[in-house]
């Protein structure tokens, strides 16, 4: 029974199946896409064991046990990967099938709900379930009975493909639940993880079936111009034509243009880019597209991020440039002069487009300026092609047009001259001497048009002359000609003449075929001399009327005579043979000084010219370099050298002194007198110079040398700096100290020294003896104050000083002593003088009698009239009566302090009132207190002692 029932069950899935096939058949035609998945987890979670994972099973149930002991609770949680359904799809049905092939005992309803969070079929637990939001649908479960289950899910599909963020919701997939989960009840269906075998397939499964989203291309025009650039934008669409703003879309770019310079970009100008992408939140992206390629060309824009996507495509036209240039055909060579022929001129734009719409006329001119027509006609779109002549013979010929502000040039071409047809005799005319023999006669071919051609095949040329004494000569051989030929290939031949028979006569070269050409010769008789000239070369050098010269000087001889022609020209050198000239000849060989160059020439009809002289000066010899300097080692104060030489020339005089040093060139020398020099830095260290004297004929003289240069800039140390500590009068101070300097050496030490504050100073030199320079400042008066410091010298100038030191001059301990003992003897005699006086005794009564002192003391306020001491005294402080009544108001420190603890009712002692109280901040009376108050009690306490005196039997 069982297989009778699996048997229906495989036949029903596949009818349905065949069906469902040709409903997606049927949909692919109408644009819809079906798509099926299969689970990417499954599991089911218990209450029963709450923290176990059942993700490993072949099987997802449904189960509710309401046993007291062990309640269970079963639920199945099912997820598909849909990463593949672009955002925007338009769901048309999603059904998610289960097959239940352990039913339930009684029909049961069973929930989908949508989970609202991820979750993992290897983890889930009863206590890790995810939530849920809604529910999405309730399906019937029948009794006893295997079967598939169909639950629609295209509201949950729906939201996880949402074009917007709106109406979005992440796909987290869907749990499976009973509808009633406290009537026990169990039925299970397969999971992922069950096997079958094919064509069999039980396991939950998705089938979707929805219309794809497409992309729609914008350009802002049909058209744009070669080497601009159009704007683009590339949209997402619905099929329902509503934009898509959700995820982000990568999309292709491409354009069916030939041209190698096309491209896309985000930005005019900017970085190529063959595709970009639609952000999250935007239902398109603008771009850019620049072509130089002028057409009609198909912009695609399609996806492969999803699979299927609308593409989309639009057609551009690129319209040419601006006119830009104009470029010719090429142009065969040779062409033959008068003869048209044809060209093609085309207008270009900048990128090589033909400028279609261009409709002028051209102006043309080529190099020989023989070009004809001058103009073109319109040019018919972008193209003129019409016929030429150019009307001259000439080598690499260009034709040039211009229109509209462009201009475009031909490739050069030579033009040729047409065949020959007649003989031209040069010169025409031309005169001659007697017996000479005239060797210039060029024969040579013109076509019709009086253009020189060449021969295809040698032409013989036959000489007449109507003189009878004239005659034609090879030019090589020498031999008497009467024909001459013309070689093919070529289009002249040379011919020499000869007569000696005075007159005017005419001369003719004929071929067969060809006009004969003809020259008219005068013949003359010859009785002028020639004249010779002479060319000194170089190098050469004009002193006054000195020639000087060396013995690379050359010298050559010119001689002329327009009527016979110079035989031959001699010359020799002072009283020397003559010799026949027959080049430059120069003096080599001879010694230095004054030579005479004597020269003279014969014509062709023996006429000898008068002999010439020229006198020049032979110089040879270089300067001389004498007392170079600096040489060696050289100590200085800084890296400037100054070079010195002093150079002398007898002969042509000096051109120039060069310096190099270290092989780099440095300059001319400055010349002063027979002294040149010239002053450069470098380094410290080794370096060779030489100086180069050339003489105005280039004569040299060099000199080489080694100098090492050691820059000196620190100035010398001054140390152990010693002077006097406490002079007097009447002996001399000494100053003394060390200085070293480890580089030129120390050149000087001076001691300055001044008594009047720095207004002037005094210096003394300073002597080394030992190590220590030292030197005496002059004994000056008592109390005068002294300044002074040390200046020390190198021997390339660098001076050091030291800081300023002061003292004053006191007074020997002899003068000390005789004040001490003329103080000693006024004392002694003050002393004497007290011991004789008598002592005065009380006149008054005990009670009311006053103590008289000896003599008053001296008031305190009272300073010396006269004598003013060198420190300046303390001040004194007045001796106060404390006691008196002006003083009665004055609340001290301590009193107040007391007056606040006791009240008003406070008496102040005596001794407090006299003494202060109790030690406390000091006021301003109080700095001689105790030495008031002692004075005071000696003078309460004489009274008593006067007394008692006088009480004593």
């Known amino acids: 029974m069982k297989k009778k029932k699996m048997i229906l069950l495989l036949l029903s899935f596949m009818i349905i199946s065949f069906l469902m096939s040709l409903t997606r058949g049927e949909e692919v035609g109408e644009a819809q896409v079906s798509k099926r998945f299969y689970p990417s987890d499954d599991a089911y979670v218990s209450s029963l064991n709450p923290n176990d994972n059942y993700g490993d099973k072949d099987y997802i149930g449904i189960k509710v046990e309401s046993s007291s002991t062990n309640p269970e609770v079963w639920r199945s949680y099912v997820k598909f990967n849909l990463d593949s359904l672009p955002p925007g799809s338009s769901i048309v049905s999603a059904a998610l099938w289960l097959y239940v092939y352990k039913p339930p005992s009684k029909s049961r309803n069973m929930e989908c709900w949508l989970v609202s969070k991820d979750w993992s079929e290897t983890t889930i637990t009863w206590n890790k379930q995810p939530g849920v939001t809604e529910q999405v649908s309730s399906i019937q479960v029948k009794e006893n009975i295997e079967q598939w289950l169909s639950i629609d899910v295209k509201s949950s599909v729906t939201k996880f493909t949402s074009k917007d963020a709106y109406g979005y919701a992440p796909n987290h997939g869907w749990r499976l639940n009973d509808a009633d989960e406290k009537e026990p009840v169990t039925y299970l269906m397969y999971s992922?993880?069950?096997?079958?075998?094919?064509?069999?397939?039980?396991?939950?499964?998705?089938?979707?079936?929805?219309?794809?989203?497409?992309?729609?291309?914008?350009?802002?025009?049909?058209?744009?111009e070669a080497g601009s650039w159009i704007k683009m934008s590339v949209y997402r669409k619905t099929v329902d034509g509503e934009s898509i703003t959700r995820g982000s879309l990568n999309v292709k770019l491409s354009s069916s243009s030939t041209s190698a310079n096309k491209k896309f970009a985000l930005t005019p100008d900017g970085s190529a880019i063959t595709e970009l992408t639609i952000p999250d939140g935007s239902d398109h992206k603008d771009?850019?597209?620049?072509?130089?390629?002028?057409?009609?060309?198909?912009?695609?824009?399609?996806?492969?991020?999803?699979?299927?996507?609308?593409?989309?495509?639009?057609?551009?036209?690129?319209?040419?440039?601006?006119?830009?240039?104009?470029?010719?055909?090429?142009?065969?060579?040779?062409?033959?002069?008068?003869?048209?022929?044809?060209?093609?001129?085309?207008?270009?734009?900048?990128?090589?487009?033909?400028?279609?719409?261009?409709?002028?006329?051209?102006?043309?001119?080529?190099?020989?300026?023989?070009?004809?027509?001058?103009?073109?006609?319109?040019?018919?779109?972008?193209?003129?092609?019409?016929?030429?002549?150019?009307?001259?013979?000439?080598?690499?010929?260009?034709?040039?047009?211009?229109?509209?502000?462009?201009?475009?040039?031909?490739?050069?071409?030579?033009?040729?001259?047409?065949?020959?047809?007649?003989?031209?005799?040069?010169?025409?005319?031309?005169?001659?001497?007697?017996?000479?023999?005239?060797?210039?006669?060029?024969?040579?071919?013109?076509?019709?048009?009086?253009?020189?051609?060449?021969?295809?095949?040698?032409?013989?040329?036959?000489?007449?002359?109507?003189?009878?004494?004239?005659?034609?000569?090879?030019?090589?051989?020498?031999?008497k000609v009467t024909r001459i030929y013309i070689m093919a290939g070529s289009g002249w031949a040379k011919a020499c003449y000869n007569d000696t028979k005075h007159g005017t006569w005419t001369i003719s070269a004929s071929a067969t075929g060809l006009t004969t050409g003809t020259a008219t010769v005068t013949v003359i008789a010859d009785t002028t001399p020639p004249s010779t000239t002479i060319t000194i070369g170089l190098p050469k050098y004009y002193v006054g009327n000195n020639i000087y010269v060396n013995s690379s000087t050359s010298f050559s001889l010119s001689a002329s005579d327009d009527i016979s022609g110079v035989k031959e020209t001699k010359y020799r050198i002072d009283s020397g043979p003559w010799k026949d000239y027959t080049d430059k000849f120069s003096l080599s060989g001879y010694s230095d000084g004054t030579h005479e160059i004597s020269y003279y020439s014969i014509d062709k009809a023996g006429n000898n010219e008068a002999e010439k002289t020229l006198n020049v000066i032979l110089d040879n010899t270089p300067p001389s370099i004498e007392d170079p300097s600096p040489t060696g080692s050289i100590i200085q104060k800084t890296n400037k050298v100054t070079f010195t030489v002093i150079v002398e020339d007898p002969g042509s005089g000096i051109k120039e002194v060069r310096l190099i040093v270290d092989g780099a060139y440095q300059g001319l020398m400055t010349r002063s007198g027979d002294n040149y020099t010239r002053t450069i830095s470098l380094s410290e260290g080794d370096h060779f110079w030489r100086v180069e004297a050339v003489d105005n004929l280039g004569n040299i003289r060099i000199r080489d040398h080694l100098l090492v240069l050691i820059v000196d800039d620190t100035p010398p140390t001054i140390f152990g700096l010693s002077g006097p500590s406490a002079p007097v009068w009447g002996e001399p101070t000494v100053v003394s100290c060390q200085v070293s300097d480890d580089e030129s050496g120390v050149s000087k030490v001076t001691l300055y020294y001044s008594t009047n504050g720095g207004a002037s100073w005094s210096n003394v030199s300073m002597s080394l003896v030992g190590n220590r320079y030292s030197a005496s400042i002059p004994s000056q008066p008592p109390f005068t104050r002294i300044r002074y410091y040390v200046e020390a010298s190198d021997n390339v100038g660098n001076i050091s000083q030291t800081n300023i030191s002061e003292y004053t001059i006191g007074l020997p301990a002899w003068v000390y002593i005789i004040i001490v003992l003329i103080a000693i003897a006024i004392i002694a005699v003050a002393l004497f003088s007290l011991r004789r006086k008598a002592k005065p005794k009380p006149s008054m009564p005990v009670e009311t009698q006053e103590p008289k002192p000896e003599e008053p003391p001296t008031s305190i306020w009272k300073y010396p009239a006269e004598e003013i001491p060198q420190e300046p005294q303390e001040p004194v402080i007045p001796s106060l009566d404390y006691r008196s009544r002006i003083y009665e108001e004055i609340k001290l420190p301590f009193e107040e302090k007391k007056e606040a603890q006791y009240g008003e009712s406070y008496e102040q002692p005596l001794e407090e009132t006299a003494l202060g109280g109790e030690e406390e901040t000091p006021s301003i009376f109080e700095e001689e207190q105790p030495l008031q108050i002692e004075e005071e009690k000696k003078e309460e306490e004489q009274p008593q002692k006067i007394e008692e005196e006088d009480l004593e039997p």
Request: net charge negative; aromatic share 12%.
């Open 192 to 224: 992922k993880e069950a096997i079958f075998i094919p064509p069999t397939d039980l396991r939950p499964r998705l089938d979707v079936v929805y219309y794809p989203p497409h992309l729609e291309l914008s350009i802002s025009g049909s058209s744009m």
């Open 287 to 479: 771009f850019y597209y620049y072509d130089e390629k002028a057409g009609t060309w198909e912009i695609h824009v399609w996806t492969e991020q999803y699979s299927p996507y609308g593409d989309d495509s639009k057609l551009i036209t690129v319209n040419p440039g601006p006119l830009d240039r104009f470029i010719f055909n090429t142009i065969s060579s040779p062409k033959t002069v008068m003869e048209p022929f044809t060209i093609t001129i085309t207008a270009y734009d900048a990128y090589g487009n033909v400028k279609t719409d261009y409709t002028g006329t051209n102006s043309l001119s080529d190099t020989t300026g023989t070009i004809e027509p001058k103009m073109t006609g319109a040019f018919v779109n972008g193209r003129w092609t019409g016929d030429v002549v150019i009307k001259k013979v000439a080598k690499n010929v260009k034709i040039t047009t211009r229109g509209a502000g462009k201009s475009g040039e031909s490739n050069a071409f030579d033009v040729k001259a047409g065949p020959p047809a007649k003989i031209i005799i040069t010169p025409s005319s031309f005169t001659m001497n007697a017996g000479e023999v005239y060797s210039y006669l060029n024969i040579s071919l013109r076509d019709a048009n009086g253009f020189e051609t060449i021969a295809s095949s040698t032409i013989t040329i036959s000489l007449s002359t109507s003189s009878p004494k004239g005659e034609f000569i090879d030019c090589d051989s020498g031999e």
